[in-house]
T-cell receptor
Framework: GAVVSQHPSRVICKSGTSVKIECRSL??????MFWYRQFPKQSLMLMAT?????????EQGVEKDKFLINHASLTLSTLTVTSAHPEDSSFYIC???????????FGSGTQLSVL | GQNIDQPTEMTATEGAIVQINCTYQ??????LFWYQQHAGEAPTFLSY????GLEEKGRFSSFLSRSKGYSYLLLKELQMKDSASYLC??????????FGKGNQVVVIP
């Protein structure tokens, strides 16, 4: 299957700092990528749809100024958590669609811990 | 909003069969996915149903009834490595997925 690489896998940072997470499609081009967040024992919640060459589409309740998304190329999308706070601590996962059947391939996820 | 319901946890014995149910109410429907997720890891794809009926793939089968908003995942010949959370997800438009909370399956010897 298609491969989506996500980096870093784990981040521990101080409150107030910004954290950038990268998501790459390794063997296919992705005009659209998706960013999800998952709290312990909760479902994956879609945060935003990242569109190559244009602005991201954010889901209701997600602050676009706090979660900056950049999709500058067909193989890379980045999520920057700005001025992170402890309540932003979560598992962040990116995904991309590699074919016509809407099957999503997921990155390995990033566990963010804000102290 | 999108609503995906799954039972939270079940325990089964190695070698047994388990059925994991999922009901959904979504604003659109372009297919239903089942993913397996081990703790701290990303989900991995198991199955995809877009038409009513049963899809069989090795030890895993998935069923869909669109009129009832219902699906189940059947796991046969359970193995210890099958202990994981099983996520039901519905594609409701523009490739967006709505996920259930996942059903934690614990396999015991």
């Amino acid at each position: 299957g298609a491969v989506v690489s996500q980096h870093p896998s784990r981040v521990i940072c101080k409150s107030g700092t910004s954290v950038k997470i990268e998501c790459r499609s390794l063997d296919f081009q992705a005009t659209t990528m998706f960013w999800y967040r998952q709290f312990p024992k909760q479902s994956l919640m879609l945060m935003a749809t990242s569109n190559e060459g244009s602005k991201a589409t954010y889901e209701q309740g997600v602050e676009k100024d706090k979660f900056l998304i950049n999709h500058a190329s067909l193989t890379l999308s980045t999520l920057t958590v700005t001025s992170a706070h402890p309540e932003d601590s979560s598992f962040y996962i990116c995904s991309a669609n590699a074919g016509a059947d809407e099957k999503l391939f997921f990155g390995s996820g990033t566990q963010l811990s804000v102290l | 909003g999108q609503n995906i319901d799954q039972p939270t946890e079940m325990t089964a014995t190695e070698g047994a069969i388990v059925q994991i149910n999922c009901t959904y109410q979504t604003s659109g429907f372009n297919g239903l996915f089942w993913y397996q997720q081990h703790a701290g890891e990303a989900p991995t794809f198991l199955s995809y149903n877009v038409l009513d009926g049963l899809e069989e793939k090795g030890r895993f089968s998935s069923f869909l009834s669109r009129s009832k908003g219902y699906s189940y995942l059947l796991l046969k010949e359970l193995q210890m490595k099958d202990s994981a959370s099983y996520l039901c997800a519905v594609s409701y438009g523009n490739n967006r997925l709505a996920f259930g909370k996942g059903n934690q399956v614990v396999v015991i010897p």
